[in-house]
């Protein structure tokens, strides 16, 4: 259509200048001594616009000749352009395919090319890795590694990743590090050296970095469960040592953590577990004195006391407010045990039981049928506490 528009234009130019001639009787007169030279103004208005077009011609080919080496090179970047593009594309395709030689043999050849994206080496990499052809995976990455690259920090964040999954957590969490120092508010960063530092069992670091994490909105359960192990880890460790350094622990939490269930309830465990009873029932009564919960209350009798009078009494009183609470009825059951009360303890461990049937109930009633010399009742109870225990799992 533009093309039409360009000849009506054209044509119509044509008409106006001939019928303008037509009634225009001018000429022109050029004298170069001793020359002469007279012609009709239309004719000499033609060979203007005719010279005109000429000279346009010619510059156009001098400019065109002056610019033939840039537009040669032009013309072969854009086919190298046009091949590079075709090779991604395909090394693109063969990854997703999980193709890995035919994808790292064309980003391979990519990389050869003029003008190769650095994308290749990415690819190149990751399908290396799961041919699990680790020099070369680690050579391509090598070739990323300039300081002036913007792909330098992400050939280096891969390289943590793939060294995380091949389990070289040391040399990736070094890797992570040296990343942080670089980019700090990076939270990305931040949660891998939390994964790693898990992995690698260092417990102080992962409460630091969970805290920092928290600090940034992370994931709150997911830092919840990081931090729990960490403190749990800590706790198991450090209790054999002294109570004192268990209990410095416990402190780097945070007042509602240490209130928390989910964190309680596995700390007092470990506790009881190394005969810190002490330290557990403290952390209980806390935790239960700021907000009730069955699950410690069913912890508070689960350790031997020698004085088991002053820690009834405060059971008991709990019972007024929580009658119906098969948890501490199990504890109260486990105290009456502690302080050979025989009657009050079957009197709670069956009322437990009625409430819930657990595995801890019923070990608790077979020690009690086994300290009143029931011996085949006992062994009926364990029975019992072995198929509850299995069924839970």
């Known amino acids: 259509m533009k093309g039409i528009l360009w000849l009506l234009l054209l044509f119509s130019t044509a008409v106006g200048f001939a019928l303008a001639t037509l009634h225009h009787s001018g000429y022109v007169v050029m004298v170069y001594p001793p020359w002469r030279v007279e012609m009709a ?4 208005t033609v060979l203007l616009l005719a010279g005109l077009g000429v000279f346009y011609l010619l510059v156009r080919l001098a400019i065109g000749t002056l610019n033939l080496p840039a537009t040669v090179r032009a013309y072969h970047t854009r086919r190298h352009e046009g091949k590079n593009r075709h090779l991604l594309e ?8 999980q193709r890995y030689n035919r994808a790292e043999k064309t980003a391979a050849e990519l990389l050869q090319q003029p003008h190769a994206p650095a994308l290749a080496g990415l690819i190149a990499a990751l399908s290396a890795h799961q041919l699990k052809a680790w020099d070369r995976r680690d050579g391509y990455l090598a070739e990323l590694d300039h300081p002036d690259s913007p792909w330098a920090l992400p050939a280096a964040i ?4 793939l060294w995380t999954e091949q389990r070289r957590y040391a040399e990736a969490l070094d890797e992570v590090q040296r990343l942080r120092r670089v980019d700090r508010r990076n939270a990305a960063l931040a949660l891998s050296e939390l994964k790693l530092q898990h992995q690698l069992r260092n417990w102080p670091a992962v409460l630091d970095l969970s805290k920092e994490l928290a600090d940034r909105d992370g994931n709150e359960l997911m830092l919840q469960q990081f931090r729990r192990q960490a403190i749990v880890a800590l706790m198991r ?3 054999a040592d002294q109570t004192d350094t268990a209990r410095n622990s416990w402190k780097r939490l945070s007042p509602e953590e240490q209130i ?9 465990q470990v506790l009881q577990d190394t005969g810190h009873c002490a330290l557990a029932r403290e952390l209980l009564d806390e935790a239960l004195t700021a907000h009730w919960d069955s699950r410690l209350a069913a912890l508070y009798g689960g350790c031997h006391s020698d004085d ?13 407010q929580h009658p119906q609470d ?17 009657g009050k303890a079957e009197h709670y461990l069956k009322q437990s039981l009625a409430l819930a049937e657990t595995s801890a109930t019923l070990e608790a009633l077979g020690r009690l049928e086994e300290k009143s010399g029931r011996p085949q009742a006992a062994c009926e109870h364990y029975r019992s506490a072995l198929r509850a225990s299995a069924q839970r799992d």
């Open 308 to 320: 088991p009078t002053p820690l009834l009494e405060k059971a008991e009183n709990w019972l007024k």
């Open 90 to 97: 395909t090394s693109l395709i063969a990854w997703f395919e």
């Open 260 to 268: 928390h269930p989910d964190f309680v309830a596995p700390v007092v």
């Open 326 to 342: 098969a948890g501490l009825l199990r504890s109260l059951g486990q105290l009456c045990l502690d302080a050979q009360l025989w």
């Open 158 to 161: 891969t390289r943590a990743s």
């Open 237 to 239: 460790k450090q209790a």
């Open 41 to 44: 103004l239309s004719f000499f």
